[in-house]
């Protein structure tokens, strides 16, 4: 009998503005720039991709969470600014880049509802892989969602992300359950679905954000998929979970 759920928070629980990136990064670029750096806004937006791009497949091999401070620091030290990632500058650049999180992100219609339906009934978990841990609470908090959860993983703060073991086995830990009393819902392939599991959960794919031909949530890596390839069943909407659950019942 499944006594808890975890969900992923990006394209599960959240879905952003096609523009967020683009919003987020304009940020980023003017917050260096009104600090006193002088910057070809094409030439550091392209090295900052880059470097997120190889830090987020650095964390991806070996399970250990990035930070967008380093990206930052890698792409301004290329341009000549020895900056380091804890600096002042970086930090409030950062603080800029995610204040678009909080303008153009929301949540997916009827969600509220349906935790609060859920938490009558399971423990429930919410675990993201998010670097930067502060703007991870923040939206949580502005979104209203923290109430519904019993514990909450953000790789940002625990160190790893999914699909590391280690973050599952926290979840089940910090809920008191047994994985095979657990099931989890999210969107990747990778880190929520062979990442529940090869940790002994039941895995739940949504592809609500495909079937809506929404945009994934902001980031410079993501691979999408198709139901064929993805062992776990499938559902579009909180109306079919409810009924994949009656049928684990």
């Not at 094409?42 to 991709?49: C, D, G, I, Q």
């Not at 967008?68 to 409030?92: F, T, V």
């Not at 953000?154 to 086995?169: E, T």
């Not at 009393?181 to 794919?205: C, P, R």
């Amino acid at each position: 009998m499944i006594k808890a759920i975890g969900f992923d928070l990006f394209n599960t629980l959240l879905v952003a503005h096609p523009e967020t990136l683009e919003v987020a990064t304009k940020r980023l670029l003017d917050a260096l720039c009104s600090n006193g750096l002088t910057l070809d806004p094409m030439r550091f937006l392209e090295l900052h991709k880059a470097k997120a791009v190889y830090y987020i497949k650095e964390s991806q091999l070996t399970g250990r969470e990035t930070h967008n401070s380093l990206w930052i620091s890698a792409a301004l030290k290329e341009l000549g600014y020895q900056l380091e990632p804890n600096s002042p500058l970086i930090e409030s650049a950062v603080e800029a880049y995610f204040s678009a999180f909080y303008d153009l992100v929301k949540v997916i219609p009827g969600t509220h509802a349906f935790l609060e339906e859920l938490k009558s009934s399971f423990k429930l978990a919410l675990v993201s892989n998010f670097t930067h841990y502060p703007a991870c609470q923040r939206l949580l908090e502005i979104l209203n969602l923290l109430p519904y959860f019993d514990f909450c993983l953000i790789s940002g703060k625990f160190g790893f992300r999914k699909p590391h073991p280690s973050v599952f086995q926290a979840m089940c830990e910090a809920l008191e359950v047994e994985p095979g009393q657990t099931a989890f819902v999210g969107d990747d392939l990778e880190s929520d679905i062979h990442g529940a599991l090869n940790a002994g959960l039941k895995a739940v794919w949504t592809s609500y954000v495909m079937d809506h031909n929404l945009p994934f949530a902001p980031g410079y890596v993501h691979t999408q998929v198709g139901p064929e390839d993805v062992p776990a069943p499938r559902i579009s909407s909180w109306h079919e979970l409810r009924g994949l659950i009656k049928e684990w019942a």
